[in-house]
C-alpha cells in the first residue's frame, strides 16, 4: 500500500506569512507524529496524535504552531507568521499504535526568507 | 537529561570496509530502540529492537540491543556506496508516544 505523503515538496515563504504542511498517514494508521529537522540536527518532535485523544502538544516550541487531524486521518501542521529560524524540514511519521514502528514521509522542506 | 548519543559523528570508509555505529541512552525503562537510514530527507526503517542480547538482521545490516549498559550498535559488513547515509537512532520513553533521536551518525562510502 502506499505510504505516507506529504505535500508540498518545498515550500518557500516571507518572514510573517502564515504556511500550511500536511500530512496523509498510510491508511489504517492510528498514530502520526510531526517532527523537524533543522539544518545538522537530529528530528525534533512537535506533536502526536493516537486515535480520537487529545495530541501531545508538548513538542510544540511556540504558540506559532498549531496541527490538526482531521477524521483521524490527515494532518495539516500550520505555522503562523513563520520566522527565519522556522526553516527546517518538516517531517511526518505515522504508525499502526503506540510505540509501534513509525514510518516517514518524504518531508516538507520550508525556508522562510 | 534524557538523551540519545551517537558515536562517532561521522565516519568515512572505503568500500567493502566493515562498519559499527554506535548509540548509547540514558533511560532504563524503555519499550524499544530503533533505527533509521536517512538518504535525503526521509528516514527509512532498518530495525526494532525490544529485547536484550537478540541479533536482528537484514542482509549485510545487523544490530543488537545491550539493555544492561544502554546502548545499541549497527553494524554494516562490506559496506557498498549505497550505504553512504545518515544512520539514526532513536528510542521510545516508558510513556511517550513520540521517540527521541539521536543527531546521527553520517557515513560516506567511498569506491
Known amino acids: 500500500g502506499a505510504g505516507v505523503s506529504q505535500s508540498p515538496s518545498n515550500k518557500v515563504t516571507e518572514k510573517g506569512k502564515d504556511v500550511e504542511l500536511r500530512c496523509d498517514p498510510i491508511s489504517g494508521h492510528t498514530a502520526l507524529y510531526w517532527y523537524r529537522q533543522s539544518l545538522g540536527q537530529g528530528l525534533e518532535f512537535l506533536i502526536y496524535f493516537q486515535g480520537n485523544s487529545a495530541p501531545d502538544k508538548s513538542g510544540l516550541p511556540s504558540d506559532r504552531f498549531s496541527a490538526e487531524r482531521t477524521g483521524g486521518s490527515v494532518s495539516t501542521l500550520t505555522i503562523q507568521r513563520t520566522q527565519q529560524e522556522d526553516s527546517a524540514v518538516y517531517l511526518c511519521a505515522s504508525s499502526s499504535g503506540r510505540q509501534e514502528t513509525q514510518y516517514f514521509g518524504p518531508g516538507t522542506r520550508l525556508l522562510v526568507l | 537529561e534524557d538523551k540519545v548519543v551517537q558515536s562517532p559523528l561521522s565516519l568515512v570508509v572505503h568500500e567493502g570496509d566493515t562498519v559499527t555505529l554506535n548509540c548509547s541512552y540514558e533511560?532504563?525503562?524503555?519499550?524499544?530502540l530503533l533505527w533509521y537510514k536517512q538518504e535525503k530527507k526521509a528516514p527509512t526503517f532498518l530495525f526494532m529492537l525490544t529485547s536484550s542480547g537478540i541479533e536482528k538482521k537484514s542482509g549485510r545490516l545487523s544490530s543488537i540491543l545491550d539493555k544492561k549498559e544502554l546502548f545499541s550498535i549497527l553494524n554494516i559488513t562490506a559496506t557498498q556506496t549505497g550505504d553512504s547515509a545518515v544512520y539514526l537512532c532513536a528510542r521510545y520513553g516508558g510513556s511517550q508516544g513520540n521517540l527521541i533521536f539521536g543527531k546521527g551518525t553520517k557515513l560516506s562510502v567511498k569506491p
Open positions: 533511560v532504563t525503562n524503555f519499550r524499544s
